[in-house]
């Protein structure tokens, strides 16, 4: 389903960037799409937002995803975004669409229909 490279956007601290993949990680400051680094040198708290639909998701700070996520979202911070296929794992609140599999918040849920 994945097989092909699609062109989304991450916008991470107001910056946009054109990125090909659709599997992310947001770990230390450090963006990588695939496994392949494409932003680096990031500071502060890192506020990710996505357009697009993932394949999977992983970061240690919050995240939007405007879009599904077809496998897992595993996050620090809240998460807020679509209809997820997978699990989500967030240290902080969950506002998500339908989730197929187990969640697992250090806030609250709210599951959207």
Avoid: P, W
Wanted: glycine letters at 18%; aromatic letters at 2%; one cysteine or more.
């Amino acid at each position: 389903m994945f097989n092909r490279k699609n062109t989304n956007q991450i916008v991470i601290n107001g910056k946009t960037i054109s990125v090909q993949g659709n599997n992310i990680s947001v770990i230390n400051n450090k963006v990588y799409v695939d496994g392949k680094l494409v932003e680096e040198g990031l500071s502060g708290t890192v506020e990710v937002s996505f357009v697009g639909d993932l394949a999977s998701l992983e970061t240690d700070g919050s995240t939007t995803v405007r879009g599904d996520v077809q496998g897992d979202v595993d996050a620090g911070g809240s998460v807020d975004c679509g209809d997820v296929k997978g699990s989500v794992d967030a240290g902080g609140s969950i506002s998500c669409g339908t989730v197929g599999g187990n969640v697992d918040a250090g806030g609250s849920v709210s599951m959207r229909r």
